[in-house]
């Protein structure tokens, strides 16, 4: 049966046919200047009938996140210049292979990303294609990306995530960056930054999306509803990019604060309040859709500061509640989430955040709750020298790794381990980890 969006959450009303959508857009490709805003189409999803019980994983996640913006774990940069037929020739060689290699390091889950920007590695109603399989925004690859690595890892036993990053648009704001996406006027569908500028703003020097836009939160739902409905995905996650700003690039939403933020006694709270709608509604809709589809969050593994917080962690760093306005504690514990992967990325020495502090404290977190709690492990980190971090060199990096999974395996409310990211599992530098993975996990 089909079903519209509206039934899951407010969307604006459309006022003009598809027919008026597509002539507006015809014309506006023909303007010299791209216009404020157009009415962007929201495509019904189709709901297939599901069992009315939701079916949890039980088994304990070994996972790895497999990153495609700016292509770095996949596609591999030289398949993108070669033959429409030699690439997706080499794509898919290149995925099947690393999926062979992650199933015999004993790899049980891949959390890929689909949504790396405002483009897609799905064909989508609602984004075009991303550049990153073919090096031009909207153009088809000749293939399905999703499906491909759905079909590829079901077929060896391996669950696969699909990894949104919600707000993004660009990863930097140079010129040639706006005049590709000015081009995709034209496309069906365009990129959002020519189809709602008004929506657009800049932080952190790239482009992103303001997250107190109520549309903005419901295009973003569009999204991920499009993908649950289409595909038989395991798991839809959500990065640690809400707000995301830099203080040389702050995102100002100074009008979007006085349009939306009456009531609210700062705009941090406002900012949160914000996060928080979009979390509801993502996991509200996800579940309407699908339920046996998990939905997790991968926040900063701070959540707030004992100094700042007494509820908070025993740390002084960075904390997702007031850098990125994110109150992740909250979602947990309103079973908005059916896990949630803080990225606990500092040794057992680091003073300032230790990872067995921050493990315990999520542990105890979750404790009460069904959310489940797999932890981010620094892989990326492991071989590199550090002055505050020496231990990820110590043979290899190898004891420290083993402290944290040995953590994580001791108690009872850690469900899993995900590994950022998979590219450096092919290093040089973390070879004696890699080895030690596979006698611990390895099939």
């Not at 339920?291 to 926040?299: A, D, I, K, L, Y």
């Not at 509640?321 to 040794?347: C, H, K, M, N």
């Not at 009460?368 to 990820?392: M, N, Q």
């Amino acid at each position: 049966m089909t079903i519209s969006l509206r039934s899951f959450y407010r969307i604006a009303q459309l006022k003009h046919s598809a027919a008026l959508v597509a002539a507006a857009l015809f014309l506006a490709s023909c303007a010299s200047k791209p216009p404020k805003s157009l009415v962007t189409p929201i495509p019904p999803v189709a709901k297939q009938p599901l069992p009315t019980q939701s079916i949890k994983n039980q088994g304990t996640v070994r996972g790895i996140w497999l990153a495609t913006v700016s292509r770095l774990d996949w596609p591999p940069m030289e398949s993108v210049n070669a033959s429409s037929a030699a690439r997706i020739q080499q794509q898919q060689d290149a995925l099947t292979n690393k999926l062979d290699k992650l199933k015999q390091l004993g790899i049980n889950t891949v959390f890929f990303q689909v949504k790396p920007d405002a483009t897609a590695l799905w064909p989508s109603k609602i984004l075009p294609w991303s550049d990153t399989l073919t090096g031009t925004i909207g153009q088809d690859p000749g293939y399905d990306p999703l499906q491909f690595i759905l079909d590829e890892a079901h077929k060896r036993g391996m669950k696969v995530h699909a990894w949104f990053n919600p707000y993004r648009v660009s990863t930097n704001t140079k010129t040639s960056t706006v005049n590709e996406l000015n081009r995709t006027l034209s496309l069906h569908p365009a990129s959002i930054f020519v189809l709602h500028r008004d929506w657009i703003r800049t932080a952190g020097d790239r482009f992103v999306l303001d997250p107190g836009i109520p549309d903005v939160r419901d295009w973003i739902t569009s999204i991920v509803a499009e993908v649950v409905a289409r595909y038989p995905v395991d798991g839809v996650q959500f990065d640690d990019y809400f707000y995301t700003e830099t203080s040389g690039s702050t995102l100002n939403d100074r009008q979007t604060f006085q349009q939306y933020g009456q009531g609210f006694a700062s705009k941090a709270d406002w900012r949160r309040h914000n996060t928080q709608l979009l979390i509801e509604q993502v996991s509200r809709t996800i579940k309407q859709l699908n339920p046996n589809v998990e939905f997790g969050v991968s926040p900063a593994g701070v959540w707030r500061n004992r100094s700042f917080d007494p509820a908070g962690s025993e740390t002084r760093g960075a904390a997702a509640y007031d850098e990125s306005f994110a109150d992740t504690r909250r979602w947990v514990q309103q079973g908005l989430l059916d896990y949630i992967a803080p990225q606990i990325y500092w040794p057992f020495s680091r003073d300032a955040a230790r990872y067995d502090v921050l493990a315990k404290w999520w542990a105890d977190v979750v404790k009460p709750t069904h959310t489940r709690l797999y932890i981010g492990v620094a892989f990326y980190k492991v071989g590199e020298f550090s002055k505050t971090e020496p231990d990820w060199t110590i043979n290899g990096g190898v004891p420290e790794l083993k402290k944290q999974l040995d953590l994580n395996e001791s108690m009872p409310q850690i469900s899993g381990t995900i590994l950022f990211r998979e590219s450096y599992l092919e290093q040089p530098q973390t070879r004696q980890a890699v080895d030690y993975l596979r006698t611990r996990w390895g099939e």
